[in-house]
Structures are given as structure tokens and as C-alpha cells.
């Protein structure tokens, strides 16, 4: 008999679908989602199962309440009942402290011998006081932790928790729909595209893709590109996505006499159209709080520049290695993101000789077929714990 596993998320964001689908075609491993259909946060693109990808999925509504300051608690009462009923072999719980079904599938988990595990960040930095008290609090109740990073583990297990109840199952995109489209990328496509948005042959292509939200620091982009133009060094900046700083970067670039070289393509979730952008550029440009938006640009063979802050990134920045799959320039600092520019990008892109480490640590680690393994192990090892 296949092991039952309950699944339960706020959603099922569109970055998640493959990996479900892969979870749900284990035949050792029977997976039920309990997600709502709905998004739990503006401007996500979401995925019910049986519609546009195929997996076992039932519709749990989720319920939020905006406390004083902004903090959201969100309440999945359905997911609850299907652990009552279903009474699964095992549990994996949105791992976030602002989750309240996570803490009750935690509590009902320990009085009915039942193991959940809480899938998350754990921890991005070394995090103390009341918020850590509570987070701490959370974390012991569960049965295991599933991580996006090795940072994660080493924190957590820096803090008395046992190392074979942390895995770290990384984190993903629709890796197989990728790495096609990386495939059947041609020299000709690359080149069409970059004269179709005014490319020389003596200039650079940079990209970021996601909102453009003040948070996100495109200003600094900007004006690193007017540092190294200043240096008669052109970079085309392109970017996707939409927000409410296209308006500020738009009067920027026409400040710093850029216009000709600053690109927005809007949004976009069509993969062949942002895999064609990604693959065509010479570098990822990430000024603040990097994510999944690296794995999409390392799964086309595109290096990625980020800060050196890693406790204001999420896990995935660990994929991104000094001079293999990509750069870090000093916190805050503009020229210092400029120069890092001109290192990756003259007098020849460094892209080149660096797409294979790129795509490889995606294909090794970062994807989801690699997920579900680690999943599964970690599933039937909380298990062993429970009976032992």
C-alpha cells in the first residue's frame, strides 16, 4: 500500500504546479493537496488541479485576518478536517508562523501520531528575541523540517535541532518546460531578438524580471548603466514585469539620458517568450531580495549578479557561486554593482564560459524531479521516527 500524504498550502501558485504533478504520479506515495483555488497574495497567477495541470487536489479555502501592523494570519479549516478524516500517513504543512493551520495540523499531528512536517525558509538569518521565541515554538511542535536551503539547516541545527529531522528539498520552476525551451534556443533567435529591441553588437543585455516595486531597487540598475555609459560601455536593461515604479524609472532614465537603452517588455507567464528574454540576455540583474527569479535565469545559462547580503535574499541565492554561475556586488552600493557589471559583461560577456555551471546546478539540484526524492525520503524517515 502507497503511504498517504496530505499536503496542505494557502494555494497552488503557478511555480508549484510541476512539482505537484510529479509529487502526485508516485506510486509508493499516495499525495492529496489541500490548497485553495484562489491566491493568497496580490498578482499571483494560481493553478487548480484538473484544469491546466494534472493533480490530486482539493479545494480548502483559505481564510486570512490583517492584524495591527500589517501582519497577516491566514486559517485553513477544511485542510483540518481532512487530516481528521483521512487520518493520512504523514503531513506537510505550510511552513510559516503566520499559518494557524499550521500550528493546530502540528498540535493534532502530536496527539494523534500523526507526522508533520513543516515546509519553509526555517530561517534566514540568525534571528533572536520574541519573534525567534515564536518561530522556535512552531518549529519544535513538528515532526521535521523541509527547507529551501543548506543555510537554513546549518542555522537550525546551530540552534539544537537535530540534523536528520532538517532535509533540504531546495526549491523549483517548471524545470522540464525549461530546459526544452533552453534546448531548441537558436544563435538566430538570440540574435533576431536583440536587433528587434535596437542591440549592437558592441553592447550588453541585462535583465530582471518580477514587479517593479520600489522594493526591488531598479533604480540602482539604472543608474549603474549610466556609470558604465558614462565609460562609453552601452547596456540595454530590459525588463519584466509591471508595478508601480515603471512611471520613477521611465523619468530616470530619461534624466540620466538612457532612454534609448532601458526596455519594458510588461508581464508575462508565456515560458517560451521569458525563456527567449532570459536566454538572449548576457546577465540577470537582481538588486534586492533575489528568489526564484534565479533559477530562471540559471536554467537558460544566464549568470545572475546579486548583493552580498544573504540574510535580505531568500535560500535560492545559494545557487549563485562568485565567477561560476554569477556575481555579488557590496550591499547598497551602486558603483560597486557597476563595476561588477563591466567585469561580467567586457570586453566580452563572461556568459559564455559560465552557462554550463548554470544550467547544471539547476538541472542537479534546483529542480523538481530532485524535490520529490528528497521529499519522499524525508516522508518515509518521519515516519520511522513516529513508530520507532
Known amino acids: 500500500m502507497p503511504l498517504r500524504v496530505l499536503l496542505q498550502y494557502n ?37 487548480s488541479g484538473g484544469q491546466e495541470r494534472l493533480f490530486r487536489h482539493v479545494c480548502t479555502v483559505t481564510k486570512s485576518c490583517v ?18 478524516e483521512q487520518k493520512p500517513d504523514a503531513v506537510i504543512a505550510l511552513g510559516s508562523v503566520y499559518s494557524l493551520t499550521a500550528w493546530v495540523l502540528c498540535v493534532m499531528g502530536r496527539l494523534i501520531h500523526i507526522p508533520v512536517l513543516l515546509w519553509g525558509h526555517g530561517l534566514l538569518g540568525n534571528e533572536t528575541g520574541i519573534k525567534w521565541w515564536i518561530r522556535r515554538a512552531l518549529y519544535r511542535l513538528a ?17 539544537g535541532f537535530p540534523r536528520n529531522t532538517l532535509s533540504v528539498v531546495y526549491n523549483s520552476l517548471d524545470y522540464d518546460l525549461q530546459a ?26 541585462v535583465v530582471f524580471t518580477g514587479r517593479l516595486e520600489p522594493v526591488k531597487r531598479l533604480d540602482m540598475l539604472v543608474e549603474a548603466v549610466g ?18 515604479e515603471r512611471t520613477r ?5 530619461a534624466e540620466r539620458g538612457l532612454s534609448d537603452l532601458i526596455h519594458f517588455l510588461g508581464a508575462s507567464y508565456d515560458e517560451r517568450f521569458l525563456g527567449l528574454v532570459l536566454g538572449s540576455s548576457d546577465l540577470c540583474v537582481i538588486p534586492s531580495g533575489a528568489g526564484l527569479s534565479i533559477m530562471h535565469a540559471l536554467v537558460f545559462g544566464t549568470p545572475v549578479l546579486l548583493h552580498n547580503r544573504s540574510d535580505a535574499h531568500f535560500p535560492e541565492w545559494e545557487a549563485v557561486q562568485e565567477g561560476i554561475t554569477g556575481f555579488f556586488y557590496r550591499y547598497g552600493k551602486v558603483d560597486d554593482m557597476a563595476e561588477k557589471m563591466d567585469v561580467a559583461l567586457f570586453p566580452y560577456p563572461k556568459k559564455a564560459a559560465m552557462a554550463e555551471a548554470c544550467k547544471r546546478v539547476i538541472r542537479e539540484r534546483y529542480n523538481p524531479h530532485r524535490q520529490v526524492e528528497i521529499f519522499a525520503d524525508a516522508i518515509r524517515r518521519s515516519i520511522d521516527r513516529i513508530a520507532a
Open 227 to 244: 556609470v558604465l555609459a558614462k565609460k562609453g560601455k552601452r547596456i540595454h536593461i530590459v525588463l519584466v514585469g509591471e508595478g508601480r
Open 249 to 253: 524609472l521611465t523619468r530616470l532614465a
Open 11 to 47: 494555494c497552488v501558485p503557478h511555480y508549484r504546479a510541476r512539482l505537484f504533478e510529479l509529487l502526485c504520479q508516485q506510486s509508493d506515495i499516495h499525495v492529496t493537496i489541500a490548497a485553495d483555488s484562489e491566491p493568497d497574495t496580490p498578482f499571483l497567477r494560481t493553478i
Open 180 to 205: 526544452q525551451i533552453a534546448s531548441e534556443l537558436k544563435d538566430h533567435d538570440i540574435g533576431t531578438w536583440r536587433e528587434s529591441i535596437g542591440v549592437k553588437p558592441d553592447e550588453r543585455v
Open 67 to 84: 492584524l495591527p501592523g500589517g501582519v497577516v494570519l491566514s486559517w485553513q479549516p477544511s485542510a483540518l478536517t481532512l487530516m481528521r
Open 143 to 159: 515532526a521535521g523540517h523541509l527547507l529551501y536551503g543548506d543555510y537554513a539547516q546549518d542555522l537550525l541545527a546551530k540552534k
